[in-house]
């Protein structure tokens, strides 16, 4: 029987970069340095953070939490990604593409909780520094790395459950090279509006919150800065600030591309929606470790360290 027939259970064909497709081994090599950038930048992020006493602070611990789910995200996209390029293997059953759905967007709503917990943090250290260690101590922070993803599987469990409720006896063919839940919910032929409903409110009620929050955590950080006397020690304040704002802007700037994309751009190519796609959930763990290189000095430190050490036993 053929795939296309009314099926709960069919077999969906994801797409490379559309009217590009004798590029894709070219594409590739592009591709392949990002993913390698992001895995071994977040995973020398975690190494050192870990081996490196004068990081075991709150701050450090929250970018490790970020490193970690950068992770997660490009493991999650990668297989079907490169396997598409490399190997033409576009054919994914709707159990491991509902699975893939799941750990994207389970790692995009913790990456957006852990952003917003990183305001929180930024706003204790400059609002009320005395009290710092006491509020955000080791057994806080791993709360919140549990509410974290706790908040993110409780969302998207209903999410994924009503997804197998659904029949597709239209086109298979995903226009991502990955599974994506509008994508999936879309070549659906059963009423699909509590679908669309809980999907709005999953978004809603993760970046749409969390972003409200880490724009008041920011209202109230310059608040607390302009408070303070010494131009010196604003200065210093708002420094610390800096790689956490860029971090979410790098986050939020090309999901709203990709949503306006999605609106939109109806006239622009088939391949630009899917390379923007593609580079949405790329672009946070490439830029992350480079950016907290490039702006943190503790973190300048410690891997400056590593490599001395490293290279004082060669």
Known sequence: MSIFSNSTSPTFLLTGVPGLEWAHVWI??????????????????????????????????????LSTTDIGLCISTLVTVLGIFWLNIREISFNACLSQMFFIHLF?????SVLLAMA????????????YATILTHARIAQIG??????????LTPLVL??????FCRSHVLHHSYCFHPDVMKLSCSDTKINSAFGLT?????????????LLSYILIIRSVLSIASPQERKKAFSTCISHITAVAIF?????????????????P???????????????????????SVKTKQIQKAMLKLVCSKGAHI
């Open 202 to 214: 999953a978004i809603i009620s993760t970046a749409g919150v969390d972003s409200i929050f880490i």
């Open 162 to 167: 009503l997804l197998k409720r659904l029949s």
């Open 28 to 65: 590739s090599i592009p591709f392949c340095c990002l993913y390698l950038t992001a895995l071994s930048g977040n995973t020398l992020i975690l190494f050192v953070v870990f081996t490196e006493p004068s990081l075991h602070e709150p701050m450090y611990y929250f970018l490790s939490m």
């Open 108 to 112: 995009t709503f913790m990456e957006s």
């Open 252 to 268: 939020y700037i090309p999901l709203i591309s990709l949503s306006f994309v999605h609106r939109f751009g109806k006239g622009a």
């Open 120 to 131: 929180f943090d930024r706003f204790v250290a400059i609002s009320n520094p005395l009290r």
């Open 270 to 292: 088939p391949y630009v929606p899917t390379l923007i796609a593609n580079l949405y959930l790329l672009i946070p763990p490439v830029m992350n470790p480079i950016i907290y």
């Open 146 to 155: 549990l509410a974290v993803v706790t908040r993110g599987t409780v969302i």
